[in-house]
């Protein structure tokens, strides 16, 4: 009864929550060391690894990508040499989050991923920020990488990954359904850049069944995409 009466009682809780929020920091510490202590991680010509100063140079290096994915460009060309270094420690210094790149054999940074809002206690990145070279897109390398993620996240004993992506993207959706995240949920997404587009031009195909114009400016559909621990099992 004692315990029980020492974190119900108003007077005390204030006392003992830090507390208690202090020791959830400190598992979670725990629990990411462990984590970046397993990687790199290799196989079926990938090796994923912990994102390094020098890969944001990289990564700043990119082409951009070609219409109609070049919205998902990275915003790293824009940034000076001081503004990356700066962006790497911020990065770093967050708890919730673990930012990767993957080499593909002798090719160096050819992809990206960022696991964030990462909730240490329940072992879910409640999302992901996930890109591909544009040179290497559409070679099946981005369902390995993700794969690779995937297994190593689960076999450190971790429960979960959610993303969301716009249903417009169906090579991102693709890529995520073959490595076995499902569908657990929508939402749609302001687009005003879409508001001039002339849905009559067969460019725009992509677009139909996942847009609707009927509000002040138009909408695009979200999925909401998971893959739990059990599920994996399951299959």
């Not at 400190?26 to 090796?47: E, F, H």
């Not at 076999?155 to 990954?161: E, I, V, Y």
């Not at 499902?182 to 997404?189: C, D, L, P, T, Y």
Request: charged content about 30%.
């Amino acid at each position: 009864m004692a315990e029980v009466t020492v974190f119900t009682d108003k007077r005390l809780r204030k006392t003992f929550c830090p507390l208690m929020k202090n020791d959830h920091r400190l598992m979670g510490d725990s629990i990411r060391d462990k984590l970046l202590a397993s990687l790199p991680v290799s196989g079926d010509n990938l090796k994923i690894r912990l994102c390094e100063r020098g890969d944001y140079d990289a990564l700043a290096g990119w082409p951009p990508y070609l219409w109609p994915y070049d919205g998902f460009t990275l915003r790293f060309a824009s940034m000076s040499r001081m503004e990356l270094d700066q962006l790497h420690e911020d990065r770093l210094g967050e708890e919730d989050r673990v930012t990767l790149v993957a080499d593909s054999g002798p090719d160096l940074v050819v992809g990206y991923v960022a696991l964030v809002q990462i909730d240490w206690e329940r072992g879910v990145a409640e999302n992901m920020a996930i890109r591909l070279h544009p040179d290497h897109c559409d070679r099946g390398i981005g369902t390995r990488m993700l794969e690779q993620v995937r297994d190593w996240w689960f076999r450190c004993g971790m429960k979960g990954l959610r993303l969301d992506v716009a249903a417009t993207n169906h090579r991102a959706v693709r890529s995520y359904l073959n490595a076995g995240f499902m569908v657990a949920g929508e939402f749609w997404r302001e687009a005003p850049d879409l508001e001039n587009v002339d849905m009559g031009d067969s460019r725009y195909d992509f677009l139909r069944g996942h847009t609707r114009f009927g509000g002040k400016v138009p909408e695009t559909r979200f999925y909401w995409m998971e893959i739990m621990q059990r599920r994996l099992d399951d299959t």
